[in-house]
């Protein structure tokens, strides 16, 4: 490129007080018109270009002996000429600069001397700065309440539910019974209201409610606990409450799957997992495999569950709960060991360790960065708890808008929840369905029916 130039004024006070002037071009010998080591120096670098610059101080917080001029940017100039921040690219003028330095009690001089030590401080600050950021809490739980969480996160996350329904068609595993629904009815006589056995109605009560035999519980997405096989096993009074919110992460072995459907997860997939992911299994986390299996759940109400499916190897469980100290591991199957002698499910029970089964839907769970909340009927001392699972996830991580099952909290901050179309009505199986030809219940036309005033509803 073209060669830039330096001018450089040297201003010498004289014993009247007046000042003196030499001056430099490019390629002059300028020692012999240099001021003595007194004076001040002035430096132009207004025909110096500032492309990828980096900041120099301000001329207020320069030393008084060297001031810089620069029609471009005074406080902005390149390169690193002599410690002032000026891109030289020509010999002569690197080399009048050196001579300036080593002549004169040039500032810049003393900065240079200074370097080694600089870069040692802004090292040491930088270091204690990042342990210290290590070591800082942003939330402290113990004097903050949890609400500005859900305020600026929680409301704003991708809920995906985890959890078949339970109705009559559910498949079950083994022997187990199938439930039933239908009407609930009154089991006593009340006066004025209903009559032993009566089945109640929004005509005659105000409201009604389902009977349920669900025969088991063994049924569709479950938590199942260690007393199911060993006799000094939890049961589910025992689940503490601190499983209601845990990490969970999703480990993806449906390609596996499909080739070979009774797969079992390997302990080499989950470290794959960790490397793919850049991340370690936390402590007390849940870890769901997911295979793909729920999406033939409908199918196997009519052809039966497949004795063939994917499941976890005795290895991959030891691994997740002895050296990664996981809570729980969840499945999309009925149990989690395909195995005959049913080894896995064994050594969980008798580890006593709970899991998960029956899961659905997490191909729609980020592999990692989300929260599992984890819900079951409460029995006392059951064996088995119905559950209702129900992914947390960053919404930022999806790329589409929700799919069925899915909501985002901020869709309901209210608490209002949909409409149904047509009144509900009751199937032959027992199930509550809207149906299209209903017609609307007039309520309150009961005497001593409820939620009405003087005849009238409330609402």
């Keep these: ?39 001040s120096l002035e430096i132009s670098m207004s025909d110096f270009p500032t492309p990828n610059s980096t900041p120099i101080p301000s001329p207020a917080r320069m030393p008084p002996s060297v001031r810089l001029n620069s029609e471009l940017d005074p406080f902005n100039v390149s390169g690193t000429g002599a410690g002032l921040g000026v891109s030289l690219d020509d010999e002569d003028t690197r080399r009048l600069l050196h001579d300036v330095s080593m002549s004169y009690s040039f500032p810049c001089k003393s900065l240079l001397k200074l370097a080694p030590i600089i870069l ?3 090292t040491l600050a930088a270091v204690i700065t990042s342990l210290a950021l290590r070591s800082y809490t942003p939330y402290d ?45 009154s089991s006593r006589a009340i006066q004025n209201f209903a009559e032993l056995g009566q089945e109640f109605t929004y005509e005659e009560h105000g409201f009604i409610s389902t009977s349920l035999v669900l025969g088991s519980d063994q049924l569709g997405t479950a938590l199942e606990v260690p007393a199911k096989w060993n006799e000094l096993g939890a049961t589910l009074t025992d689940i503490p409450g601190s499983t209601a919110i845990r990490p969970i992460f999703v480990i993806d072995v449906t390609h596996q799957a499909t080739v070979d459907p009774g797969y079992e997860l390997q302990v080499s997939d989950i470290i794959a997992f960790e490397r793919a992911h850049l991340v370690t299994i936390s402590l007390g986390s849940v870890v769901a495999i997911r295979t793909d299996f729920s999406k033939s759940y409908s199918s196997f109400v009519t052809d039966g569950i497949p004795s063939t499916f994917p499941s976890i190897s005795l290895e991959a469980l030891e691994f997740l709960h002895d050296t990664r100290k996981v809570l729980m591991v969840g499945y999309e199957p009925f149990s989690v060991d395909s195995t005959a002698s049913q080894t896995g499910a064994a050594w969980l029970a008798h580890k006593n360790r709970p899991h998960l089964k029956g899961l659905t839907n997490l191909d729609r769970v980020l592999a990692k960065g989300c929260l599992l909340s984890v819900g079951f009927l409460k029995v006392k001392a059951g064996t088995g708890g119905l559950g209702r699972f129900v992914a947390v996830c960053p919404s930022k991580g999806y790329s589409d808008e929700p799919e069925k099952g899915e909501v985002v909290a901020i869709d309901m901050e209210d608490g209002e929840l949909s409409v149904k179309e047509h009144p509900l009505r009751r199937g032959v199986d027992g199930v509550l369905r809207s149906d299209v030809d209903a017609s609307p219940t007039d309520y309150c036309k009961a005497s001593n029916s409820l939620g009405c005033v003087d005849g009238q509803p409330v609402w």
């Design 1 to 39: 490129g073209a060669k830039r130039s330096f001018r450089m004024k040297m201003f010498s006070p004289s014993k009247s007080g007046k000042v003196k002037e030499g001056s430099s071009q490019p390629g002059s010998s300028a020692m012999g018109r240099l001021p003595p080591p007194s004076a």
């Design 120 to 122: 040692l401080t802004a």
């Design 141 to 185: 739980a113990s004097s903050r309440d949890f609400h500005s969480i859900f305020n600026n996160y929680l409301s704003k996350a991708r809920y995906v539910d985890l959890t078949h329904g339970v109705s009559p068609s559910i498949p079950v595993e083994m022997a187990y019974p199938v439930p039933s629904f239908s009407a609930g009815k």
